[in-house]
């Protein structure tokens, strides 16, 4: 088994990890420096966060509306840590560097595996491999950013979007996920000629947790079977 959390955890790590050459590209293509794109990636390390200060960058609206966005979508992460800290039992300053690659792809490793030995390798594998890939793409897509000019001349300002539309579709499994997407797109696009940029999304967010909660309460209970009560 080990073996194969091994294989598994760093062939996730190589996929994701790639994947930080399009956020290098759009953040220097979006007016940051090669300096802050590494920065970000090296200190924020979250992918939709980083996409999504980008996003609010580019569209022309201010930092600390792009900070507040990137903020509320890694705040994810804090429920992320409460579920892998009995498991992982790290203590110490071992918590506190174990913390910078509580993500996506290493909690779902770690979490799906049943042997404790193996939910500590995948946890490491994966969010170690992800961190040293994604910093590294990150380098080679600023350079390259810096080399593009204007963005819309290579459709990159419409990448943004469909980062997002790439992370979201694999998670919309059940009705009640695709209505809280639905609702939080609709309020976000129908709030873009209302408001400044960012803060849609930040609102969109805000009507989707809704939704969420109300959802999550209107489904029915389950017997131990695992039918319908």
Same mark, same amino acid.
């Given at each position: 088994m080990?073996?194969?959390? =091994?294989?598994?955890? *760093?062939? =996730?790590?190589?996929?994701?990890?790639?994947?930080?050459?399009?956020?290098?590209?759009?953040a220097?293509?979006?007016?940051?420096?090669?300096?802050?794109?590494?920065?970000?990636?090296?200190?924020?390390?979250?992918?939709? !966060?980083?996409?999504?200060?980008?996003? %609010?960058? &580019?569209?022309?609206?201010?930092? $600390?509306?792009?900070a507040?966005?990137? =903020? &509320?979508?890694?705040?994810?992460?804090l429920?992320?840590g =409460?579920?892998?800290? #009995?498991?992982?039992?790290?203590?110490?300053?071992?918590?506190?560097?174990?913390a910078?690659?509580?993500?996506?792809e !290493?909690?779902?490793?770690?979490?799906?595996?049943?042997?404790?030995?193996? %939910?500590?390798?995948?946890?490491? *594998?994966?969010?170690?491999?992800?961190?040293?890939l994604?910093n590294?793409?990150?380098?080679?897509?600023?350079?390259a950013?810096?080399?593009?000019?204007d963005?819309?001349?290579?459709?990159l300002?419409?990448?943004?979007?469909?980062?997002?539309? &790439?992370?979201?579709?694999?998670?919309?499994?059940?009705?009640?996920?695709?209505?809280? &997407?639905?609702?939080g797109? +609709?309020?976000?696009?129908?709030? %873009?000629?209302?408001?400044? +940029?960012? $803060? #849609?999304?930040? $609102?969109?967010?805000?009507a +989707?947790?809704?939704?969420?909660?109300?959802?999550?309460? !209107?489904? #029915?209970?389950?017997?131990?079977?695992g039918?319908?009560?």
């Amino acid at each position: 088994m080990t073996r194969k959390v =091994v294989a598994d955890s *760093l062939g =996730v790590g190589l996929a994701t990890g790639a994947y930080g050459v399009s956020f290098g590209a759009l953040a220097t293509t979006s007016g940051l420096s090669v300096l802050q794109a590494c920065a970000l990636s090296l200190l924020v390390f979250t992918g939709a !966060s980083q996409f999504a200060f980008v996003g %609010v960058i &580019a569209a022309g609206g201010a930092p $600390l509306t792009g900070a507040l966005t990137a =903020v &509320a979508l890694g705040s994810r992460n804090l429920f992320y840590g =409460v579920a892998l800290a #009995p498991r992982l039992g790290l203590r110490g300053w071992r918590r506190l560097v174990g913390a910078q690659v509580v993500i996506d792809e !290493s909690t779902a490793m770690s979490l799906g595996q049943s042997e404790e030995r193996d %939910v500590r390798l995948a946890f490491h *594998l994966t969010g170690w491999s992800v961190f040293v890939l994604w910093n590294l793409m990150t380098l080679l897509g600023a350079l390259a950013g810096t080399a593009i000019g204007d963005p819309k001349t290579f459709g990159l300002d419409a990448a943004v979007g469909g980062a997002f539309f &790439a992370l979201l579709w694999p998670r919309l499994t059940a009705w009640p996920q695709r209505v809280v &997407a639905v609702v939080g797109a +609709a309020v976000a696009m129908g709030l %873009v000629p209302l408001t400044a +940029a960012g $803060l #849609p999304i930040i $609102l969109g967010g805000a009507a +989707a947790v809704l939704v969420g909660l109300l959802a999550t309460r !209107s489904v #029915p209970p389950r017997t131990e079977t695992g039918e319908d009560a």
